[in-house]
């Protein structure tokens, strides 16, 4: 065992249905593949290998997809449910998937009125009830953010069984994508691998919708870069698709300043929630947008630069920031970006945070696994018991913990 390195129980490795066989997956990578429009992709017409897609899910696919998921949550286990635990979950997506065809709705549709009485009647008024429900004084939220396909997607059912059963609440699922001008070189190098095994927007809303029904707490958001996986794509199309195969949040990385009116509007129709983004330095119009429409939670950058090579955050004004945000909207306040161990986790509970994003250390200790043979798996999963290590926080106006 490496020095640091936690003593962890061996990886449950829970039964879960696996994404169907290649579903969406391009042969090899194709430069520029997930750009294609969702509608195209699954319109039934042969893909880039000659494999017919599925068809999308129409409105009223979503909304039953928002139906069953609501209806899973009653088999919380850790206490999480009530408020949080009916809003938003996702239950067997994969039979909203298979219906996907069988109607015309609208953008509107049967998706919005099953949202919002799914909300209505799990008593999930309050946005973003369903994400980090379970936090408490000492239990911070915790969300990690993975390329999906690295490690790859076969394995992505073991992986979110794993954090399932680890007592983390989101798994921040990102459709990989290159080149991102807001990443370093970890998770530029984790998407490139994912897109070097032919993953594409198909294949991992396919592999969602199989393995959501198994999951009991863990929330999935999906995270989409608009110039390489959305361009030419209806969004209300597009957020029906990722609303129906389960997800329970969307964050849409590069909207053109343009399109958000239409983004809110068609998330909303969909039933799905939504992560929006502001940085700490961001101005006062930014920050209110952010606050006003973040309905599965506000993301808090903690300063501007890149995954994985920024410095410490400045705490000070991130306690300003945050205190800002908390009378600005009822969503929960999650802060990422130079967010590396436990410590800083309960450093950002004591600033007034419900949850911490982790990105690039622990996408770096699944690219050390797949380069040393080790289970990249039982690797992520020493180092969420890293995060969740009980820690002591004092003196946090000096930075200081112990």
């Given at each position: 065992?490496?020095?640091?390195?936690?003593?962890?129980?061996?990886?449950?490795?829970?039964?879960?249905?696996?994404?169907?066989?290649?579903?969406?997956?391009?042969?090899?990578a194709v430069p520029g593949v997930a750009a294609l429009s969702l509608a195209s992709c699954r319109s039934g017409a042969?893909?880039?290998?000659?494999?017919?897609?599925?068809?999308?899910?129409?409105a009223a696919g979503a909304g039953r997809g928002a139906a069953v998921r609501a209806a899973s949550r009653g088999a919380?286990?850790?206490?999480?449910?009530?408020?949080?635990?009916?809003?938003?979950?996702?239950?067997?997506?994969?039979?909203?998937?298979?219906?996907?065809?069988?109607?015309?709705?609208?953008?509107?549709?049967?998706?919005?009125?099953?949202?919002?009485?799914?909300?209505?009647?799990?008593?999930?008024?309050?946005?973003?009830?369903?994400?980090?429900?379970?936090?408490?004084?000492?239990?911070?939220?915790?969300?990690?953010?993975?390329?999906?396909?690295?490690?790859?997607?076969?394995?992505?059912?073991?992986?979110?069984?794993?954090?399932?059963?680890?007592?983390?609440?989101?798994?921040?699922?990102?459709?990989?994508?290159?080149?991102?001008?807001?990443?370093?070189?970890?998770?530029?190098?984790?998407?490139?691998?994912?897109?070097?095994?032919?993953?594409?927007?198909?294949?991992?809303?396919?592999?969602?919708?199989?393995?959501?029904?198994?999951?009991?707490?863990?929330?999935?958001?999906?995270?989409?870069?608009?110039?390489?996986?959305?361009?030419?794509?209806?969004?209300?199309?597009?957020?029906?698709?990722?609303?129906?195969?389960?997800?329970?949040?969307?964050?849409?990385?590069?909207?053109?300043?343009?399109?958000?009116?239409?983004?809110?509007?068609?998330?909303?129709?969909?039933?799905?929630?939504?992560?929006?983004?502001?940085?700490?330095?961001?101005?006062?119009?930014?920050?209110?947008?952010?606050?006003?429409?973040?309905?599965?939670?506000?993301?808090?950058?903690?300063?501007?630069?890149?995954?994985?090579?920024?410095?410490?955050?400045?705490?000070?004004?991130?306690?300003?920031?945050?205190?800002?945000?908390?009378?600005?909207?009822?969503?929960?306040?999650?802060?990422?970006?130079?967010?590396?161990?436990?410590?800083?986790?309960?450093?950002?509970?004591?600033?007034g945070a419900d949850a911490a994003v982790v990105g690039s250390a622990g996408v770096a200790r699944i690219e050390q696994?797949?380069?040393?043979?080790?289970?990249?798996?039982?690797?992520?999963?020493?180092?969420?018991?890293?995060?969740?290590?009980?820690?002591?926080?004092?003196?946090?106006?000096?930075?200081?913990?112990?």
């Open positions: 065992m490496r020095d640091g390195l936690l003593a962890v129980a061996p990886v449950s490795r829970r039964r879960v249905p696996g994404p169907p066989p290649l579903a969406g997956l391009a042969p090899a042969a893909g880039p290998g000659g494999t017919p897609a599925p068809a999308p899910p129409d919380d286990t850790d206490g999480a449910g009530g408020a949080g635990g009916g809003s938003y979950g996702a239950g067997a997506a994969g039979a909203s998937r298979a219906v996907g065809t069988s109607g015309t709705a609208g953008a509107g549709g049967a998706g919005a009125a099953s949202g919002a009485a799914v909300r209505a009647a799990s008593g999930a008024g309050d946005a973003g009830a369903g994400f980090f429900a379970g936090r408490r004084p000492g239990r911070p939220g915790l969300a990690v953010f993975v390329n999906a396909g690295d490690p790859p997607l076969d394995v992505l059912p073991d992986l979110a069984a794993m954090l399932d059963d680890s007592d983390v609440d989101c798994l921040e699922l990102a459709v990989p994508f290159p080149d991102s001008v807001t990443d370093g070189p970890v998770i530029r190098r984790s998407a490139d691998r994912a897109l070097a095994g032919g993953v594409t927007l198909p294949a991992v809303l396919d592999a969602v919708a199989a393995l959501r029904p198994t999951l009991r707490r863990l929330r999935i958001a999906l995270l989409a870069d608009w110039s390489h996986t959305v361009k030419g794509t209806d969004l209300g199309d597009f957020a029906r698709s990722v609303a129906g195969a389960g997800c329970d949040g969307l964050l849409l990385h590069g909207l053109p300043p343009r399109l958000r009116a239409a983004h809110y509007e068609a998330a909303d129709r969909a039933g799905l929630p939504l992560v929006t983004t502001c940085y700490a330095v961001s101005g006062p119009a930014t920050v209110a947008e952010a606050a006003r429409h973040a309905s599965a939670y506000l993301y808090l950058v903690a300063h501007y630069g890149r995954s994985g090579t920024t410095a410490a955050p400045d705490r000070e004004r991130l306690g300003t920031v945050l205190g800002r945000l908390r009378g600005a909207t009822r969503a929960p306040l999650a802060v990422g970006f130079g967010v590396r161990t436990g410590a800083d986790v309960a450093a950002l509970e004591a600033l696994a797949l380069e040393t043979g080790r289970d990249p798996v039982e690797e992520f999963a020493s180092f969420v018991a890293e995060l969740r290590r009980p820690t002591s926080h004092h003196r946090t106006n000096e930075g200081t913990h112990t």
